[in-house]
């Protein structure tokens, strides 16, 4: 069996637990991370290991985890977390893309996973359950507007509140695109998750035995469709179509 790394957004929605559910029917265990460790990779938990102030993007520190505001580490931690990884589990987060972090996974050999859903149902998600959002972020965004989580989300800027510089949500959703150009991830749409030729091309990259249709069988159910347009006033949904409109050009969605 590989160590693999799951990578994708947070939230019911958006297909990183239907993945971890894919994994474990295939016998692979959630990772129990030492105390000292990381117990995903997420902000909260990356600035719980380190229990340091957050370090800005540099050469020593050139790997992003998180979404709207990255804790950027050095590749020394990175390999010192992954390399003690087991065979035969997993570990899951919100790593943006980096050639540092594709070239270290690629030399430890270890399988990285990556999920993406429709953005525009991302980005209508984070409007209506603010809940999903990281900690640090919601006492700024409940108190909100629609229109002004919507502007937060589509300008980034300062969370009075938290006294934290956030990233626009195209920013980091694009660095999550840009790992579908690295040969040795596996890159997987929500709505395609339960296509037999992708459940095929899975398996083959996590090189298991099992045959398609036990593994097609044995699948948890990926429900693809929200209906966030029925809950947001029309002016919300063409800001939001027009806003994802370049993303979703980049991974065919209509």
Known sequence: MQRLLLNGLAGKHNGLAWLGEVVRQLTYRPYEAPENFPKSFNYQQIKNALGTPASIPDQQHPIAIGTFAPWYVSIAHMQQWLDALPQGQYWQGHLLHRAALADTLSGLNIRHLMIVRDPRVVLASLLLEPEILPQFMRADIVQCSMEQRLDYFCEGG????????????????????????????FFIKYEDAQSPTKVAELLAYLKQDETLAETCAALPSASSYYDWKSQLEGELVIRIENYCAPLCQQIAYD
């Open 158 to 185: 300062l969370l009075k509140q938290a006294q934290l510089k956030i990233l626009p949500f195209q920013g980091f959703f694009q660095h999550i695109l840009d790992w579908k150009q690295d040969k040795n991830s």
